[in-house]
């Protein structure tokens, strides 16, 4: 049974503040699968800290004198993970120059943390769960089974069931993984360990630059703990920092902490065309969002036109002033020129007649009747979806860089692991 002396001993050995129930049971949990050898999945939201619960199953393990590498999945291209996590042989592809010994030979008779799981693709799933079963991989390029004794930490910010269902995580592994689960909590769910770590940030900056520390009253520590934190202990530091820095008052009260409080219109919006689930990663760049925008101005503005058109069809403005304009409505579906009168019976064009022109004009053989045409209105091709959009201008840098991805991804502004993944997503072939 782990006393509660014990777990207080590991927050201090691990620098972990906060006193919370959530919090506890967390590093409990923990201490309780380190001495074993079973794969751990610890879950979260980013920023709540899971990397430190890795440290501590391995530096309570029976490993603790091996070697311990977190590998980020998420920040390792889709081309060179099985090379970086299994190793390759000399000229198994280009630029492979020479033998490289993946983390998990390095690893052997460590432990390996494999932090943002759920971005691994699903081949390199497949080599990971044959080294959980059976201790067994393959370099790239080889065909020799090499054996590996290591411990796998994993962990997560998304929901790895609902990854299941989609088909972007093999259930086998989920299973594989899931041994022994451990949540670590959100900060808004901690209560008064808010407080504890805003006075912790702030008293390491009064030491490192020998200024005075800030002080919450008693609103501003309410106020504190009642702000959501979307983005976990890093923006609490984020802003403890901040605070400490322009406040020229070291007594903060709550009026002046809630200017440094984001509040939910000045965040950036977490979905486009709908909501996403919690802890679903956003593929969409800074570029993306302006895209997004400049089409839908593009759309209004095109039913804008329409809806003028359709008064003027009715005899609602007068004719001379869509003459005037008539380079505004060019760019619509029917064609519109300006030279078309409506009348207010059936829906289409006439001749237009000036009001000085004499009726035996009309009749005379220099007059060809136009022909007569139903208006229909459409929608509008130039407000193309988002994704229709993306997947153009990824076919065109593709083009441009003669299907380079590294410089593709370059021109797109975004990384080669993102353009690898929307390859995959839009099914281009190259």
Excluded: W
């Excluded at 309780?32 to 999945?41: C, F």
């Excluded at 994704?387 to 410089?407: F, Q």
Aim: charged share 30%; with cysteine.
């Amino acid at each position: 049974m782990i006393t509660p002396q014990e777990i207080q001993s590991v927050k201090m050995r691990f620098g972990i503040i906060g006193n919370s129930p959530l919090l506890n049971h967390a590093i409990q949990v923990a201490m309780q699968a380190a001495p074993t050898d079973m794969t751990v999945l610890i879950t979260g939201e980013s920023g709540s800290g899971k990397e430190s619960f890795s440290k501590i199953i391995h530096s309570l393990s029976l490993r603790k004198h091996g070697k311990f590498i977190a590998i980020n999945c998420g920040a390792i291209p889709e081309g060179t993970i099985d090379s970086e996590l299994f190793g390759h042989e000399k000229g198994s592809f280009t630029g492979a120059h020479e033998a490289r010994k993946g983390y998990f030979e390095v690893t052997d008779g460590g432990s390996i943390f494999l932090d943002e799981i759920g971005e691994m693709p699903l081949g390199t799933q497949a080599r990971l769960l044959r080294v959980l079963e059976n201790g067994e991989f393959i370099k790239v390029g080889s065909s020799k089974v090499q054996k590996t004794n290591v411990r796998v930490i994993t962990a997560t910010n998304v929901n790895l069931l609902k990854a299941v269902e989609k088909g972007k995580f093999r259930e086998d592994l989920y299973y594989r993984l899931n041994t022994v689960p451990i949540f670590v909590p959100p900060l808004r769910e901690r209560g008064e360990d808010v407080v504890l770590l805003f006075r912790k940030f702030t008293s390491d900056f009064s030491e490192k630059y020998h200024v005075r520390p800030i002080s919450l009253n008693a609103d501003a520590q309410s106020l504190l703990m009642r702000y959501p934190f979307p983005g976990n202990i890093r923006q609490l530091k984020n802003i403890a920092e901040q605070i400490s820095l322009l406040e020229e008052n070291r007594d903060v009260d709550a009026q002046t902490l809630s200017k440094y409080l984001p509040t939910d219109n000045s965040r950036l919006p977490v979905a486009i065309g709908g909501t996403k689930s919690s802890g679903e990663a956003m593929d969409f760049s800074e570029r993306d969002l302006l895209y997004k925008v400049l089409f839908d101005m593009k759309k209004d503005m095109n039913e804008l036109k329409k809806l003028v058109l359709e008064s003027y069809q009715s005899g609602g403005i007068n004719q001379n002033i869509i003459q005037k304009h008539q380079g505004l409505f060019e760019d619509l579906d029917n064609g519109f020129t300006g030279k078309e009168k409506p009348e207010t019976g059936p829906s289409y064009p006439v001749p237009l007649v000036l009001e000085s022109q004499k009726q035996s004009d009309l009749d005379s053989k220099d007059y060809e009747e136009e022909q007569i045409e139903d208006i229909i209105h459409e929608e509008d091709d130039n407000s193309l979806s988002l994704e229709k959009k993306e997947k153009e201008m990824i076919l065109r840098a593709l083009r441009k860089h003669n299907n380079k991805r590294k410089y593709a991804a370059s021109d797109l502004g975004i990384s080669e692991r993102t353009l690898y993944r929307k390859i995959k997503q839009y099914e281009i072939d190259q």
